[in-house]
């Protein structure tokens, strides 16, 4: 089951307390303080995980907890540190305090970590109170709590090129043709609920990944339909596909469905709509497609490629375009 979104409880282990303890000794008369310190509390770590694509994982536990630290021991023994408790999450998760809303993290590389609710400090044993003026004290400290808070995680998807469209507009069809992904693929609307990864692997060149996400409607930006709820998983990409149907059954008129979908992403983030985009016409397999494709691409202004994921058109084109415009993306200045 897919999630993208969660709270999480978390509670840094409690320090180990302090040992109050003297020297017992045959042949030492005067035997002086040797309580040892108590160990730190482990702590919560979330780490960045690229096998992991969902939250769900996380879902149905009350509270996550690191390792009390031990207690103290005699003869300045300290105790043992509390066991760290790591939790793996997908890369590309953002991680804020669920209270103050601040942001504490954003975990979109493998293996990065990120501590959020640390151990508690460990307590100090008599030893450590022993000085000429109190050569036998008998204070020591109780570990230290530790941190406890509730943090926000969001996932943002990590892909090179995202594809955005209306409901059956054929984006799942391109992302299972080109790459190993498999999503749900049928001849009626929303039958992508979840966001779809995609690697595509390209002969003398390096793999991109490439996000398929629940088609967008009208008013999506506002929270209407699915879109609006995974939208965010393509603020990461550095591509856009905009994809309409040119097929006799498209659902909607082609020329207002790009400019629906160009508002769609202007009304969400200025800076998604301002991502390089790829104009392409899906489902065009007959004359009539052919001429409705070069009538909207004078009518936009904007080259539109042609394509058909069932027949396998139009794929090598598109194939090339992506390359070249992710090559001329990648030599751009940071």
Known sequence: MFLDEIDLHVLGGKGGPGCLSFRREKYVPKGGPDGGEGGDGGSVILRADSGLSSLHHLKGFGIFQAKNGGAGGPNNRTGKRGEDLVLKVPVGTVVKDAERGNLLADLNEEGMEVIV?????????????????NRVP?????????????????????????????????????????????PKVAAYPFTTLVPNLGIVHVPGYRRFVMADIPGLIEGASEGKGLGHQFLRHIERTRLLLVMVDLSAEAIQDPEEAFAVLERELKNYSEVLASRPKIYVGTKVENEASE???????????????????????GLEPLMGRILSELSRIEEEPA
């Open 291 to 313: 001429t409705l494709r070069r009538e909207l691409e004078g009518q936009l202004g904007q080259p539109i490629l042609g394509i058909s994921s069932i027949m396998r058109r």
């Open 138 to 182: 008998r204070q020591v400290e109780k570990g230290m709590p530790g941190e406890e808070r509730r943090v926000h995680l969001v996932l943002k998807m990590i892909a090179d090129v995202g594809l955005v469209g209306f409901p059956n507009a054929g984006k799942s069809t391109l992302i299972s043709v080109l790459s190993e992904a498999r």
């Open 117 to 133: 609710a640390a151990g508690g400090r460990r307590g100090r044993g008599n030893k450590s109170f022993a000085s000429s003026t």
